[in-house]
């Protein structure tokens, strides 16, 4: 039953889906509000998004004739964690340089594909270092389990293994690993990130057990996703905790990362540091560079330095 309603109330809530300039509020009170904001929206966040799902904002309901629960955003909480990337200026005119995807999440979930797309190594790494540089969990899904030999698949995944990150290997078509995937999920707030096509909206149909949300196919040239699911939407899982799907990204640009502060999220460089000859070493062009030479003794895996110089030279000097 629909409780009475009355314009100018205060309530807390959590920002659940964000379409266009509309954004889906699930209340403290267990309401849905469709919200949007005003020129006196306040933000406790600097330079990102200002409202982004996950968010925890304070409402004031508005009066409308619809039977929708209305309200105005007032203020952005601030989050505690997000999951952000740096605007690409060229394409984007906005002001705010840092995109926020998902707010206040718990775990980070990347999901890559065994194949079609081709699984993107480059891709966890870029991953892997956003989560170090802002200290959140991660979870690695190897989704389509079930398309490619999975003595390769593992054999790609072995250096994670060997970084201790936790891996999950699932097949959303033939519903393998998902007793899995529901156990890392639960309690938590996660939100699901990676290449358009890999199975996110997927994997979280199948948790459901039914057709929430759109997939799609992927191009059967590029083998690429065509970037199905166009919002960020939060979910409350069956048991307990929330899962966030997310669009598929073509790139993840590093928000936060420079020259001189990505070597320190590239975690098992630490312990070679020390043997460079320059304390400020890059791993680049230096001589007698410590990192160099255990990749050389097979103690680096060379891809992740691969991935560590490719990363390097994508970051602006002057950034
Ligand atoms: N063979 C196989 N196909 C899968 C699996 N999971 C998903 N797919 C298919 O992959 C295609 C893309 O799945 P989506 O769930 O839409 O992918 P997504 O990651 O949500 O993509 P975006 O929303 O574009 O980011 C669909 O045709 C799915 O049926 C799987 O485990 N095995
Ligand atoms: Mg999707
Ligand atoms: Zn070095």
């Known amino acids: 039953m629909k409780r009475k309603r009355e314009p ?7 920002v659940i889906e964000v379409t266009g300039s509309t954004y889906m509020v699930l209340s403290d009170g267990g309401e849905e509000f469709r919200c949007r904001t005003f020129p006196g929206t306040k933000t406790e966040n600097d330079f990102s998004s200002l409202v ?33 990337r740096k605007r690409d200026v060229r394409r984007n005119r906005s002001k705010e340089k840092v995109q926020v995807i998902a707010a206040n999440i718990d775990q980070l979930v990347v999901v890559v594909s065994a194949f079609d797309p081709p699984l993107s190594t480059r891709l966890i790494d870029r991953y892997l270092v ?12 190897v989704n389509k389990m079930d398309l490619e030999e ?9 250096p994670y293994h060997a970084l201790g990150c936790r891996i999950l290997y699932t097949s959303a078509e033939e519903n393998s690993g998902m007793k899995a995937l529901r156990k890392v999920l639960a309690g938590k707030l996660s939100a699901l990130s990676g290449h358009s096509g ?43 905790g929330y899962i966030i799907d997310t669009p598929g990204i073509r ?48 103690h680096i895996d060379p891809e992740r330095f691969e991935s560590y110089l490719a990363i390097y030279e994508s970051i602006d000097r002057d950034s």
């Open 198 to 240: 890999v199975g996110k909206s997927t994997l979280i149909n199948q948790l459901f057990g039914e057709e929430l949300l759109r997939t799609g196919e992927t191009n059967e040239k590029t083998g690429k996703g065509l970037h199905t699911t166009s919002s960020a939407i939060m979910l409350a899982l069956p048991r307990s």
């Open 150 to 158: 999975s003595q390769e698949t593992r054999e790609l995944m072995k």
């Open 8 to 14: 100018g109330e205060v309530t807390g809530g959590m």
């Open 52 to 84: 982004a799902v996950g968010d925890r904002v304070v409402l004031k309901e508005t009066e409308t004739g619809t039977d929708l629960f209305e309200a105005v955003i007032t203020l952005v909480e601030r989050r505690r964690s997000a999951l952000t």
């Open 130 to 141: 956003f989560a170090e540089s802002e200290q959140l969990e991660t979870v690695i899904v």
């Open 251 to 298: 790139e993840f640009n590093l928000s936060g990362i420079t020259r001189e502060n990505l070597r320190f999220y590239f975690k098992e460089f630490l312990s070679f540091m020390p043997k460079c000859a320059y304390s400020s070493c890059t791993h680049t062009v230096e001589p007698e560079c410590g990192i160099k030479k255990a990749v050389e003794s097979g």
